[in-house]
């Protein structure tokens, strides 16, 4: 069965620190790969994706995410975090085509501490 | 910018009353979505509507209806509340060779009494 796993719940960095938020997955074959981020009280919004070439992809706001087929991961990242990155993270995939079968991870709760 | 806008942002209701939540997408997409976030922001997909057919419908209770126009709007309706229908209803859409990204709307927060 497909599944995405974000194997923390809450993580808790301080301001100016690097962050990691981890996620594996498993699908069969070869899934396009996303980072969503859902600040309080709104809907959910792309930071980036990846589906092939360069296994590090840039996108918005300084977050990077490394993918991994050996490892089956997909791990968010960012050099130094501020206190307006406190959100919730979701790593999602879903097939090369056809959005009905977009599988969610269940997030993990980021606070940036002063 | 918001281009998936959804009505009404709350919803505050009694048990037994019947509901409908209102979600308009200006993207030219042509697949929509209707996602429920639970109170641990877990997300289940209801309902996916690709031009006007509906696509998928995973199994939730028959008091909720889908309902669509056109393939900017996308209507949910809850026949009958329940209290564990209390959650946040999220409308989203997509091009279906749009590779797959999912925009989504803020949107409606369900409280039943």
């Known amino acids: 069965a497909q599944s995405v796993t974000q194997p923390d719940a809450r993580v808790t960095v301080s301001e100016g620190a690097s962050l990691q938020l981890r996620c594996k997955y498993s699908?069969?074959?070869?899934?396009?790969l996303f980072w969503y981020v859902q600040y309080q009280r709104q809907g959910l919004q792309l930071l980036l994706k990846?589906?092939?070439?360069?296994?590090v992809v840039q996108g918005v706001n300084g977050f990077e995410a490394e993918f991994s087929k050996s490892d089956s991961s997909f791990h968010l990242r960012k050099a130094s975090v501020h206190w307006s990155d406190s959100a919730v993270y979701f790593c999602?995939?879903?097939?090369?085509?056809?959005?009905?079968?977009?599988?969610f991870g269940a997030g993990t709760r980021l606070k940036v501490i002063a | 910018e918001t281009a998936v806008f959804q009505t009404p942002n709350y919803h505050v209701t009694q048990v037994g009353n019947e509901v409908s939540f209102n979600c308009k997408q200006t993207?030219?997409?042509?697949?929509m979505y209707w996602y429920k976030q639970d109170s641990k922001k877990l997300l289940k997909i209801m309902f996916s509507?690709?031009?006007?057919?509906?696509?998928v419908n995973e199994t939730v209770p028959r008091r909720f209806s889908p309902q669509s126009s056109d393939k900017a709007h996308l209507n949910l309706r809850i026949k009958s509340v329940e209290p564990e229908d209390s959650a946040v209803y999220l409308c989203?859409?997509?091009?279906?060779?749009?590779?797959?990204?999912?925009?989504f709307g803020a949107g409606t927060r369900l409280s039943v009494l």
């Open positions: 989203a859409s997509s091009s279906y060779w749009g590779q797959n990204t999912l925009y």
């Open positions: 509507y690709n031009n006007k057919q509906l696509i």
């Open positions: 990846y589906y092939s070439g360069d296994p």
């Open positions: 699908y069969s074959g070869t899934p396009y």
């Open positions: 999602a995939a879903s097939p090369y085509t056809g959005n009905y079968k977009y599988v």
């Open positions: 993207l030219g997409h042509d697949t």
